[in-house]
């Protein structure tokens, strides 16, 4: 294969996916910064401020009300519900005298002079808080969630489910660290949420205690983890950052995500699959049927979505006997088409995983 081909392939998957998948909602939630605090606030409708730090326990607890807050008020023309990062933004946040975080600052429409906030940090408070200062009448938005809620009347269907890998989170209501938590775990819910077999699970234990005893619940949140394989479950000790559960899971349940939920490079590859194809383009062409049919017996051994990648290599493999070398080449120059293109997240999955496996087709021949 020319140089110019291999760098034209590797250039293209270095690009970012995001560029592919137009697909993606803006955050509820405005992201304000020293270009562009100005533009938003003090114009044409009131806005609610968060002054906040990432590092900040108060301001992760607050996280999920806030959200849910921006959700609320995201068809509203009048209101905008906003934060500002004071670690990046040191200035505007000394601009406006926060010393502390969360700092909660309300800028009536037209003017810079803002009004502290120093009502409850409940959705509920929040959103009256608003409604009073903006003249809206909004109500509190139900925000749908991609954690699955377990009782002891579905956890063992779901959590002994033998073709599941089930992470599972035991929390109390009134527990700080669960509600710090609470909106890094709906994240790594989000990001497998396209993931049949992987299950981001939590269960309310101080209510449902038998289940929290029978599996040596003792504080909250405990994390443990239910692979296909062991369903007697094992703790998970690792980072609580979105980044560590993600590494986890992709290490444990063979997935190939990024912490945007997007699918990686090396998704629906198959190491044993791929050894088979570097024979097949090394061959000639009377030995590429008898390649092909070890490539069928081999894919015919995997199981779940194995099975399903597996039978792209196969066909791809049909495909570039029946249509030549340049095959791959031109289907992955299709998809990438594709993939600029407004499509589901389902398909850009489908897409990228048909992309990942052609590539294997076209890096190896020589």
Same mark, same amino acid.
């Given at each position: 294969?020319?140089?110019?081909?291999?760098?034209?392939?590797?250039?293209?998957?270095?690009?970012? /996916?995001?560029?592919? =998948?137009?697909? %993606?909602?803006?955050?509820?939630?405005?992201?304000?910064?020293?270009?562009?605090?100005?533009?938003?606030?003090?114009?044409?409708?009131?806005?609610?401020?968060?002054?906040? %730090?990432?590092?900040?326990?108060?301001?992760?607890?607050?996280?999920?009300?806030?959200?849910?807050?921006?959700?609320?008020?995201?068809?509203?023309?009048?209101? /905008?519900?906003?934060?500002?990062?004071?670690?990046?933004?040191?200035?505007?946040?000394?601009?406006?005298?926060?010393?502390?975080?969360?700092?909660? $600052?309300?800028?009536?429409?037209?003017?810079?002079?803002?009004?502290?906030?120093?009502?409850?940090?409940?959705?509920?408070?929040?959103?009256?808080?608003?409604?009073?200062?903006?003249?809206?009448?909004?109500?509190?938005?139900?925000?749908?969630?991609?954690?699955?809620?377990?009782?002891?009347?579905?956890?063992?269907?779901?959590?002994?489910?033998?073709?599941?890998?089930?992470? =599972?989170?035991?929390?109390?209501?009134?527990?700080?660290?669960?509600?710090?938590?609470?909106?890094?775990?709906?994240?790594?819910?989000?990001?497998? $949420?396209?993931?049949?077999? =992987?299950?981001?699970?939590?269960?309310?234990?101080?209510?449902?205690?038998?289940?929290?005893?029978?599996?040596?619940?003792?504080?909250?949140?405990?994390?443990?983890?239910?692979?296909?394989?062991?369903?007697?479950?094992?703790?998970?000790?690792?980072?609580?950052?979105?980044?560590?559960?993600?590494?986890?899971?992709?290490?444990?349940?063979?997935?190939?995500?990024?912490?945007?939920?997007?699918?990686?490079?090396? %998704?629906?590859?198959? +190491?044993?699959?791929?050894?088979?194809?570097?024979?097949?383009?090394?061959?000639?062409?009377?030995?590429?049927?008898?390649?092909?049919?070890?490539?069928?017996? +081999?894919?015919?051994?995997?199981?779940?979505?194995?099975?399903?990648?597996? $039978?792209?290599?196969?066909?791809?493999?049909?495909?570039?006997?029946?249509?030549?070398?340049?095959?791959?080449?031109?289907?992955?120059?299709?998809?990438?088409?594709?993939?600029?293109?407004?499509?589901?997240?389902?398909? %850009?999955?489908?897409?990228?995983?048909?992309?990942?496996?052609?590539?294997?087709?076209?890096?190896?021949?020589?």
């Amino acid at each position: 294969m020319s140089r110019s081909l291999i760098a034209w392939v590797v250039g293209t998957l270095a690009l970012p /996916l995001f560029l592919f =998948v137009s697909s %993606a909602t803006a955050d509820d939630v405005v992201v304000l910064t020293e270009d562009n605090f100005e533009k938003h606030v003090g114009q044409d409708r009131g806005a609610l401020v968060e002054f906040y %730090a990432p590092w900040c326990g108060h301001c992760k607890k607050l996280a999920p009300d806030y959200e849910k807050l921006g959700a609320s008020f995201k068809k509203a023309k009048s209101v /905008l519900i906003g934060k500002v990062d004071c670690d990046e933004h040191k200035s505007l946040c000394s601009k406006y005298d926060v010393s502390g975080y969360p700092t909660i $600052k309300w800028f009536p429409k037209g003017s810079l002079e803002p009004k502290k906030y120093e009502g409850a940090r409940t959705a509920e408070a929040l959103v009256e808080f608003v409604n009073s200062e903006g003249g809206t009448n909004v109500k509190i938005a139900a925000i749908p969630s991609n954690v699955v809620v377990l009782t002891p009347d579905n956890f063992d269907e779901i959590v002994l489910d033998e073709t599941k890998d089930v992470l =599972v989170e035991f929390y109390a209501p009134w527990c700080g660290h669960c509600k710090n938590l609470a909106p890094t775990y709906e994240k790594v819910a989000t990001v497998f $949420k396209l993931d049949e077999d =992987v299950v981001i699970a939590n269960l309310e234990a101080d209510t449902h205690k038998d289940l929290a005893e029978k599996y040596s619940v003792s504080g909250f949140p405990t994390l443990k983890f239910f692979p296909k394989s062991n369903k007697a479950g094992e703790d998970y000790d690792g980072g609580r950052d979105l980044d560590d559960f993600v590494t986890f899971l992709n290490e444990k349940c063979g997935t190939r995500r990024d912490a945007k939920g997007q699918l990686t490079a090396e %998704a629906g590859k198959i +190491e044993a699959v791929d050894t088979l194809v570097k024979e097949f383009l090394k061959a000639g062409n009377d030995e590429k049927k008898a390649v092909y049919g070890r490539m069928e017996e +081999e894919v015919n051994k995997l199981k779940g979505s194995a099975a399903r990648y597996g $039978k792209i290599y196969v066909k791809a493999a049909k495909s570039c006997m029946e249509k030549g070398s340049d095959y791959a080449k031109n289907e992955i120059q299709r998809l990438e088409r594709m993939l600029m293109k407004t499509i589901s997240a389902t398909k %850009a999955d489908e897409f990228t995983v048909k992309r990942n496996i052609l590539t294997s087709f076209v890096l190896d021949k020589e």
